[in-house]
C-alpha cells in the first residue's frame, strides 16, 4: 500500500488533477485504446468523496476503505457494473458480459459489445436458437434478446440496458460460440445506429472466447505477418506429404490452423507453400477441394453381403454434446458398483388407489408410482445421508439438502430437473413440480436453477417403457443414482402349507460410487428404501 501511494504521489501530473476534479462527478469508460493512452500518461481520474481525496496540493491524503479492500472503486452505471482494482492501472475492469467500448480510430460512437453469456457452470459455448429483438428495434431492461441454447437447455437472455439494438453479429441458428465471443452491439441514440451497419468486431474481442481453447491446441508459430504469395489461377494437383514425426513443430498461419480446426483437416498431411515452407489458407483450401474430389470417386461403404450402406448424418445438439462427455467421465473416473433388490408394491399401489380418489374429489391431479418412488428415495436418504454425498480429492462432502433429480426423456436429449428438498415436501407438492419441470423440459425452456444443485438422481425406465431392470450410469458429482424398472406379477408362497397367490414386484436398481458408498452401506439404503415401498404408509407420518 505504501509502495503505491508513493507512485501516486511522486506523478507529476497528478498535481494539477484536484483543479478537474472538483467539477467531475462521473467517470466513463470507453475504450482499451484510451485506456492505453491514460495509463501511459500516468494520469488517474478520481470523483471526489467515492473513494479518493485529494489536498490543495495535490498530494494523496486519504483513501477510504470500502469493506477492507483500500484499492476497490465500482462505478455504476444503469444496470452495468465495472469494476476497477489496480492502483497503478485503476481502469482495468474485470471482464463482463458486456463490454462499452469506443473505437477512436474508426470513429464509432460510444456502444456496447454484448457477448455471449454463461448460464451454466458447465457451459464453454453455445448456440443462438433465434432473436426476438430485430436490428434497430428500442430494447429496456428485463426484455428478452434471444434465446441461447446451451449445454443444459434454452434460455432467454434478457438486456441489461436501455438503447437500440445497433448490430446482431451472430444470427438465427448460429452454433459452437464460445463464451464472451461477441454476439451483437446497442447504442444509446438511434441514429448510431446507421453507423454500425458494417461494423465486424475486432479479433481481439472475438476470439476472447477461443483463446482458452487455442492454448491446449498446441504451441503456435511466433506471431509475424506472413504475406500469401499472389497464385495464378491455373489447376494444381495438392500432393499430400507423408505424416511428420513426433515431435517435428508444424507451421501454419493463425487463418489456416483456424480453417483446418473447422473442416478436421490434419496439418500433418499438408505441404505448406508459404515462407520457409508454412502452411497458409491457400494450401488448405487446395487439400479440402482434392479431397472432396476423391471422396466423390471413393467407393461406398458397403455391408457384408456387398450390398451400399443408406445412411445420414446427424449433427450434434449442444445438450447431446454435454451429455456424452459427462457420462464418458463419470464411467472412466468413477468406480461403479450396483445394488438390486425386488420390492413388493402391493401395498403402495392401494396406497395411490385411495390417495387418487381424493386428488379427483379435490381438484387435484393424479399421482403417480415415480412420485411415490421419489419421496420414499429421498427420506431413505434422509435416514442413511452417507448415500446424499459427494467425493472431492481432499474430503467427501455429505449434503444437509434432499435434492432429488428426476430424469425426463424428451426429443432434444436428456433432462434431469432436480427437486428441492423432496424430503420435506408432501407428495402433491412433488407430484406437481415433477410434472411442471418434465413439461418445460419437453419444450426445452428449462432454467439454470432448474436442474443444478442436485444430490441424487433416480431414473425410471420400467413404468413409462415396461424395461424389468438396467442399471444407470452415476449424475456427477453425485454418489449414488437409483434406476427404477416395471412392476410384474409374481407367484410368491401363501399363508398355508400348499397355497400360492400372486403379488406384485418391481426391481431397482442402485448404482454407487464406491470412493463414498461402502457396499454395507448401499445395502442399509435400499433396505431403508425397501420398508418404505412394501409399507408405505409410513412415509405419511
Known sequence: MAYSSQIIIHSKKLRSVPKLLRQASAVRWFSEDVQSSIVKEDEIWK?????????????????????????????????????????????????????????????????????????????????????????GEKISPGEVLCEVETDKAT?????????????????????????????????????????????????????????????????????????EPVRSPESKTVKQSPPAPAGDRIFASPLARKLAEENN?????????????????????????????????????????????????????????ITASRLLFSKQTIPHYYLTVDTCVDKLMDLRKQLNA????????????????????????????????????????????VNINVAVQTDNGLFVPVIRDADKKGLSSISDEVKKLAQRARENSLKPE???????????????????????????????????????????????AEEFKFASFMSVTLSCDHRVIDGAIGADWLKAFKGYIENPESMLL
Open 47 to 135: 470523483i471526489k468523496g467515492c473513494g479518493y481525496q485529494s489536498s490543495q496540493e495535490g498530494d494523496l491524503q486519504n483513501l477510504v476503505n470500502f469493506n477492507n479492500r483500500p484499492h476497490f472503486l465500482q462505478c455504476k452505471r444503469g444496470l452495468s457494473m465495472m469494476t476497477m482494482t489496480s492502483i497503478g492501472n485503476p481502469f482495468s475492469s474485470s471482464p463482463t458480459n458486456s463490454k462499452r467500448g469506443f473505437a477512436s480510430d474508426s470513429g464509432l460512437p460510444p456502444h456496447q459489445e454484448i457477448g455471449m453469456p454463461s448460464l451454466s457452470p458447465t457451459m464453454t459455448e453455445g448456440n443462438i436458437a433465434r432473436w426476438l429483438k430485430k436490428e
Open 450 to 496: 432448474d436442474y443444478e444443485g442436485g444430490t441424487f438422481t433416480v431414473s425410471n425406465l420400467g413404468g413409462p417403457f415396461g424395461i424389468k431392470q438396467f442399471c444407470a450410469i452415476i449424475n456427477p458429482p453425485q454418489s449414488g443414482i437409483l434406476a427404477v424398472g416395471s412392476a410384474e406379477k409374481r407367484v410368491i408362497p401363501g399363508s398355508g
Open 155 to 227: 434460455v432467454e437472455m434478457e438486456c441489461m440496458e436501455e438503447g437500440y439494438l445497433a448490430k446482431i453479429i451472430c444470427g438465427d441458428g448460429e452454433k459452437e460460440i464460445k463464451v464472451g465471443e461477441v454476439i451483437a452491439i446497442t447504442v444509446e441514440d438511434e441514429e448510431d445506429i446507421a453507423k454500425f451497419k458494417d461494423y465486424k468486431p475486432t479479433s481481439s474481442n472475438a476470439d476472447a472466447g477461443a483463446a482458452a481453447a487455442k492454448e491446449s491446441s498446441g504451441p503456435s508459430p511466433p506471431k509475424k505477418e506472413v504475406e
Open 358 to 401: 381424493l386428488q379427483e374429489a379435490s381438484g387435484g391431479k393424479r399421482l403417480s408410482v415415480n412420485d411415490l418412488v421419489i419421496k420414499a428415495a429421498a427420506l431413505a436418504l434422509r435416514k442413511v445421508p452417507q448415500c446424499n454425498s459427494s467425493w472431492t480429492d481432499n474430503y467427501i462432502r455429505q449434503y444437509h439438502n
Open 265 to 321: 483437416v490434419p496439418l500433418s498431411s499438408i505441404k505448406g507453400t508459404g515462407p520457409e515452407g508454412s502452411i497458409v489458407k491457400a494450401d488448405i483450401e487446395d487439400y479440402m477441394a482434392s479431397r472432396g474430389k476423391e471422396s466423390t470417386t471413393a467407393p461406398k461403404a458397403k455391408d457384408a453381403a456387398g450390398a451400399p450402406l443408406d445412411y445420414s448424418d446427424l449433427p450434434h445438439t449442444q445438450i447431446r454434446k
